[in-house]
């Protein structure tokens, strides 16, 4: 298991007073935070106390700009052995999107790490959570027809994800959603942002558009390289594609002000090649899939919050001082 950033190792100070009230008063403390309610999502939405595809903030990837804090809060960066190999989005609070090539068989999953809430990969900021994996379901087709299709992952969280302005989740597509349409697409990650293998520890985007299918399979020279559960999309003009590192991460259009999630960055030519869009899984197609793995599979038995060793040792002093005068 990899190290969390650095976000301070030690107790949060209020620890020891709310621990002190409890132990003085014996009463159960139920603590809540408010958080600004959003409007019903447009999409499909898998968390059933929060509208998805919501940003909390308004308005690189190759040819892309930094990203506004908190503009793409669905974002997910999945870490193996304390190192960003590809990207995510959030579904729920226990459940994160990304690319089945990401999690490769001979891999541990006790290695990776999943951050939301992230912008620097180096600096966790104030709503950076850290989580461990507890499980990855891949898609069968892509289990027995790799590299071929079906490249999509659903990560099951140990525990849950606390949703906020800056930590929201996205929204699913219906299997019948249009894409022909002139839609608004972003792609979002922290991958290569120039040819020559130039990287940024910012969270980069970039606006790309939709290319149909039969152009994406004419400039890749082959009508079988492009499936039907496949999509692709870039600027060729202006050399705006994913690239290594943005595996994983979320295409996302918006639909009537609501943001849902159409493709997961799947494979391309390299990002040298930028008459080559990038490729990526198609949302709608697996959206049945997704949505039945997720309602059906149990949720991690979470474990118990283990008291920091400054907070053991208060609370034995206090227990002790408690029960009665020392006897010497």
Known sequence: ????????GRCPAFALGLLLLLLLT????????????HPKSQGISLSSNWACGRRGVEGRVLGGVPAPEGKWPWQVSVHYAGFHVCGGSILNEYWVLSAAHCFD????????????GLKNLKVAGNDTQWFEVNQVILHPMYQVNHPIGGDVALVQLKSRI????SVLPICLPPPE????GGVECWATGWGLVSQRGATSDELQEAQLPLIPVPLCQILYGHRSYIL??????????NRKTV?????????VCEFNRSWLQIGIVSWGRGCAYPLFPGVYARVPYFASWIYY???????PVEPMPSLCPELGATLTVLVAMLAGPPVL
């Open 243 to 251: 690239c290594e590192g943005d595996s994983g991460g979320p295409l």
């Open 162 to 165: 606390v949703f906020s302005e």
């Open 177 to 180: 959603v249009n894409l022909t």
């Open 228 to 237: 039907p559960n496949m999509l692709c999309a870039g600027d060729i003009w």
């Open 1 to 8: 298991m990899a190290a969390p950033l650095s976000a301070g």
């Open 26 to 37: 014996g009463t159960p403390t139920g603590v809540a935070a408010a958080v600004r309610g």
């Open 293 to 299: 793995n997720i309602k059906t599979t149990p949720l």
């Open 105 to 116: 068989r001979d891999k541990s999953v006790k290695a990776y790490d999943v951050y939301v």
